[in-house]
């Protein structure tokens, strides 16, 4: 059992930077995969960023290289560092942690708008 809680949203003008952050209570966080969704009007939730109790890290192609992903396991967070943003990139964004079931926070609203 783990509870989540996000941080960090806002207003962002293109080409700015952005830092999410996910704060989790609980046992056994550890042991979780953890990730970034994101979710806009009409379209289904997609995957962000995630990585894995192991430390494997995976990104959506459409924010390779602009986002990192980072968990620490003694501070039970996991953060999402989103640099030269986009207006595509407006979207709620989720923290997620998954073991046998799958846990969320409550969303954090991003916009990028000029």
């Known amino acids: 059992q783990v509870q989540l809680v996000e941080s960090g949203g806002g207003l962002v003008q293109p080409g700015g930077s952005l830092r999410l952050s996910c704060e989790a209570s609980?046992?056994?966080?550890?042991?979780?995969?953890v990730a970034w969704y994101r979710e806009t009007p009409g379209k289904q939730r997609e995957l962000v960023a995630a990585v894995s109790s192991g430390g494997r890290i995976d990104y959506a192609d459409s924010v390779k290289g602009r986002f990192t992903i980072f968990r620490n396991n003694i501070k039970k967070m996991v953060s999402l560092q989103m640099n030269s943003l986009k207006p595509e990139d407006t979207a709620v964004y989720y923290c997620?942690?998954?073991?046998?079931?799958?846990?969320w926070g409550q969303g954090t609203q991003v916009t990028v708008s000029s």
């Open positions: 609980g046992t056994g966080f550890m042991l979780y995969d």
């Open positions: 997620s942690a998954h073991d046998v079931g799958w846990y």
